[in-house]
């Protein structure tokens, strides 16, 4: 079956580390998303990648970081720089060429104490 | 740039009864809209999208919404509501812009259903 697989479901960290979540895809798309969403404040994008080896800042990179290697891969790095890393962390796909409804992996809630 | 405003943070409604999830949106040009689901700690799924054409658009699950443009709105609709509804609802409004295509998400409706 096509999808999105984020790992792990849940991580827990200790502050002032760096923490990597995992983001694949089989469908193809060409462009992927990293969305934060916490309580009440809907999805604000971090990061979005439309091609291989090119990615943008979202609304709120600040304290992120993100690669894209592989089409089928975007992992996202929440690195000791994010004052409030604690959130729940959603992926999503969408083909290129227009507009286009995303695809959304299950997300990766992320605590950090 | 286009932005998206979902009014009713939480809808209590008893199952069986009708419901209407309010979407305003502000985007220059004609816009491309979006309803999605989300159950508790759980991905985004896409209920119905509007693009071009029919105002009146169906979705998964027995959804429906419709695009008006004089009052910038795409409400979505259930006349039935199944406790399975229970779900926080987004709308999004999406543009393409040089190739890109960056949707803008409301904040959500968090459905809460009565049995």
């Known amino acids: 079956d096509g999808g999105i697989t984020q790992s792990p479901k849940y991580l827990f960290r200790k502050e002032g580390q760096n923490v990597t979540l995992s983001c694949e895809q089989n469908l193809n798309h060409d462009a992927m998303y990293w969305y934060r969403q916490d309580p009440g404040q809907g999805l604000r994008l971090i990061y979005y990648s439309q091609i291989v080896n090119d990615f943008q800042k979202g609304d709120i990179a600040e304290g992120y970081s993100v690669s894209r290697e592989k089409k089928e891969s975007f992992p996202l790095t929440v690195t000791s720089a994010q004052k409030n890393p604690t959130a729940f962390y959603l992926c999503?796909?969408?083909?290129?060429?227009?507009?286009?409804?995303?695809?959304f992996g299950p997300g990766t809630r992320l605590t950090v104490t | 740039a286009q932005s998206v405003t979902q009014p009713d943070i939480h809808i209590t409604v008893s199952e069986g009864a009708s419901l209407e999830l309010r979407c305003n949106y502000s985007y220059g040009a004609t816009p491309y809209l979006f309803w999605y689901v989300q159950s508790p700690g759980q991905g985004l799924q896409l209920l119905l999208k509007y693009f071009s054409g029919d105002t009146l658009v169906q979705g998964i699950k027995g959804f429906e919404a419709e695009f008006k443009r004089s009052q910038s709105s795409f409400n979505l609709r259930k006349p039935s509501v199944h406790w399975s509804d229970a779900a926080e609802y987004f709308c999004a409004v999406g543009a393409a812009s040089g190739g890109s295509y960056i949707p803008t998400f409301g904040r959500g409706t968090s459905l809460i259903v009565h049995p």
């Open positions: 999503a796909s969408s083909a290129t060429g227009g507009v286009n409804e995303q695809y």
